[in-house]
């Protein structure tokens, strides 16, 4: 988890109510650079805390709170989302992060464990080459055309995908400047030749402005409604999983891990290496098809 270097409060926090204390604690975590994604989480996480208590002012806050809280929710989990067991410990391990980090700032508490993140890792699920050709054959529209383009070429999340400005697009070069990314920093991303003829048919047609005019449930009814004309299983098609396509076609194609880390905006390496997992049942498929079998005809000496 990224840590943002957050101002202290302006005033002791003990005069504060808990509304007051988390307005300010979510201003000041957006101007340490946080995105709006993740102020918005900070915030989901933060409020279900303090619902949970019931109390109203900040004077009024324990260190066992935090206790409580955490046992509730591995032992009943959210009123909302999943109620698989491990989707709810993989949230209350990012919440409790988060709201360890509001209750160090209030000088409520001042070191505690969050939820331990579980064990092993969700199966990470992408698009093969196949679907990827159905899903850009199904469009409709040059809209619908881009949005796989750019996806599938470039590895944007849907958010900075959806906040880019024609202004961003360097035809010339083939690039992409991405200002509105996680953590608040611009990077450079490339397009390959299926978004740049796409692009060469788009451009014209609109404005300066918004390169993608949608909203993000726009952008995943459109994408739900492509799967569907495709004959592609609907839950398989969502913007990330169009990102993590993307990283494992990258690596396959050649590029390096740090490349790949570069243009997918990853702060940790470690976040990058989860492809080479996926990597390595094509290194399985392809060592059994080789070795997998007895030979038929010649005695092994």
Same mark, same amino acid.
């Given at each position: 988890?990224?840590?943002?270097?957050?101002?202290?409060?302006?005033?002791?926090?003990?005069?504060?109510?808990?509304?007051?204390?988390?307005?300010?604690?979510?201003?000041?975590?957006?101007?340490?650079?946080?995105?709006?994604?993740?102020?918005?989480?900070?915030?989901?996480?933060?409020?279900? $805390? =303090?619902?949970?208590?019931?109390?109203?002012?900040?004077?009024?806050?324990?260190?066992?709170?935090?206790?409580?809280?955490?046992?509730?929710?591995?032992?009943?989990?959210?009123?909302?989302?999943?109620?698989?067991?491990?989707?709810?410990?993989?949230?209350?391990?990012?919440?409790?992060?988060?709201?360890?980090? $509001?209750?160090?700032?209030?000088?409520?508490?001042?070191?505690?464990? #969050?939820?331990?993140?579980?064990?092993?890792?969700?199966?990470?699920?992408?698009?093969?080459?196949?679907?990827?050709?159905?899903?850009?054959?199904?469009?409709?529209?040059?809209?619908?055309?881009?949005?796989?383009?750019?996806?599938?070429?470039?590895?944007?999340?849907?958010?900075?995908?959806?906040?880019?400005?024609?202004?961003?697009?360097?035809?010339?070069?083939?690039?992409?400047?991405?200002?509105?990314?996680?953590?608040?920093?611009?990077?450079?991303?490339?397009?390959?030749?299926?978004?740049?003829?796409?692009?060469?048919?788009?451009?014209?047609?609109?404005?300066?402005?918004?390169?993608?005019?949608?909203?993000?449930?726009?952008?995943?009814?459109?994408?739900?409604?492509?799967?569907?004309?495709?004959?592609?299983?609907?839950?398989?098609?969502?913007?990330?999983?169009?990102?993590?396509? $993307?990283?494992?076609?990258? =690596?396959?194609?050649?590029?390096?891990?740090?490349?790949?880390?570069?243009?997918?905006?990853?702060?940790?390496?470690?976040?990058?290496?989860?492809?080479?997992?996926?990597?390595?049942?094509?290194?399985?498929?392809?060592?059994?098809?080789? $070795?997998?079998?007895?030979?038929?005809?010649? #005695?092994?000496?």
């Amino acid at each position: 988890m990224v840590k943002f270097d957050i101002p202290e409060p302006s005033t002791d926090p003990k005069e504060l109510s808990l509304k007051e204390a988390l307005d300010e604690f979510l201003i000041s975590l957006e101007a340490a650079g946080a995105s709006e994604k993740t102020v918005k989480a900070y915030g989901i996480a933060i409020r279900d $805390f =303090i619902n949970f208590l019931g109390k109203k002012d900040v004077a009024e806050l324990t260190p066992k709170d935090f206790t409580k809280w955490k046992l509730e929710r591995l032992r009943k989990g959210f009123t909302r989302g999943s109620k698989e067991k491990r989707k709810t410990q993989l949230t209350l391990h990012y919440y409790s992060l988060y709201v360890r980090s $509001f209750l160090k700032w209030l000088q409520v508490l001042d070191n505690a464990p #969050a939820v331990s993140r579980p064990r092993g890792r969700t199966k990470i699920q992408t698009l093969s080459p196949e679907e990827i050709y159905k899903l850009a054959n199904a469009s409709r529209d040059l809209l619908d055309m881009l949005i796989i383009a750019l996806l599938f070429e470039t590895g944007l999340r849907a958010q900075e995908l959806l906040s880019l400005e024609t202004e961003d697009i360097d035809t010339k070069n083939k690039e992409i400047r991405v200002r509105n990314a996680k953590y608040g920093e611009e990077r450079i991303v490339f397009y390959g030749p299926m978004t740049e003829t796409i692009l060469q048919r788009y451009l014209p047609t609109i404005k300066e402005g918004k390169l993608i005019p949608l909203s993000y449930s726009g952008l995943y009814k459109r994408l739900k409604t492509l799967a569907k004309r495709a004959g592609i299983d609907p839950k398989k098609v969502r913007p990330h999983i169009l990102r993590h396509t $993307f990283a494992t076609e990258a =690596i396959r194609r050649g590029l390096n891990l740090i490349a790949v880390q570069a243009l997918l905006g990853h702060k940790d390496i470690k976040t990058t290496q989860i492809y080479l997992h996926l990597l390595k049942e094509d290194l399985r498929k392809q060592y059994l098809q080789a $070795f997998g079998r007895r030979p038929e005809a010649e #005695a092994i000496t």
